[in-house]
T-cell receptor, first 109, second 113 residues
Framework: QKEVEQNSGPLSVPEGAIASLNCTYS??????FFWYRQYSGKSPELIMS????GDKEDGRFTAQLNKASQYVSLLIRDSQPSDSATYLC?????????FGTGTSLTVIP | EPEVTQTPSHQVTQMGQEVILRCVPI?????FYWYRQILGQKVEFLVS????????KSEIFDDQFSVERPDGSNFTLKIRSTKLEDSAMYFC???????????FGPGTRLLVL
């Protein structure tokens, strides 16, 4: 069974702060890693994908991958109230995508 | 901008009935997926579909489930005899062959009574 673990939160940060979200995965054969944002009652929306070790930045978002530690993280800089959502970590193995339970983030104005 | 569409948005059915959930993936996409999300739980992979056949399926995708691409645009999930525990949001997703980014549809909320 391939597991993707996330802290469920809730995580609260003040507006303008950095939010840090973490994810670990069980299968070393996993190839690709994704962060999605999901608002209540809505479908997941891709924020970032990362495939190789290191950092990948896109605007206020930075994804970090460490395959040796089986760890992937997402940093959100200058957090905004509109960033309040559940953040899902997803890991691809073969042609299956495994999701974590998500971390609920609240950005306090 | 192209998007994945799903119909219906909500479906209520009686236990034991068959339901068909429909999806129209983005037109140039080649890989298609179904997921489910029980209320308050994680998104769970059901099945992937490529080149008119199932490429992978999870343990959840048992004999009660089937998928079909009946024409060039639709992708359907059939649940043959629904159970109470099939109540969930069902998401369809698709992607191109070159990129692994999946695009999700808005979902169908299925309620089995």
């Amino acid at each position: 069974q391939k597991e993707v673990e996330q802290n469920s939160g809730p995580l609260s940060v003040p507006e303008g702060a950095i939010a840090s979200l973490n994810c670990t995965y069980s299968d070393r054969g996993s190839q690709s890693f994704f962060w999605y944002r999901q608002y209540s009652g809505k479908s997941p929306e891709l924020i970032m994908s990362i495939y190789s070790n290191g950092d990948k930045e896109d605007g206020r978002f930075t994804a970090q991958l460490n395959k040796a530690s089986q760890y992937v993280s997402l940093l959100i800089r200058d957090s905004q109230p509109s960033d309040s959502a559940t953040y899902l970590c997803a890991v691809k193995f073969s042609d299956q995508f495994y999701f974590g339970t998500g971390t609920s983030l609240t950005v306090i104005p | 901008e192209p998007e994945v569409t799903q119909t219906p948005s909500h479906q209520v059915t009686q236990m034991g009935q068959e339901v068909i959930l429909r999806c129209v993936p983005i037109s140039n996409h080649l890989y298609f997926y179904w997921y489910r999300q029980i209320l308050g739980q994680k998104v769970e992979f059901l099945v992937s579909f490529y080149n008119n056949e199932i490429s992978e399926k999870s343990e959840i995708f048992d004999d009660q489930f089937s998928v079909e691409r009946p024409d060039g645009s639709n992708f359907t999930l059939k649940i043959r005899s629904t159970k109470l525990e099939d109540s969930a949001m069902y998401f369809c997703a698709s992607r191109t062959g070159n990129w692994e980014t999946q695009y999700f549809g808005p979902g169908t909320r299925l309620l089995v009574l």
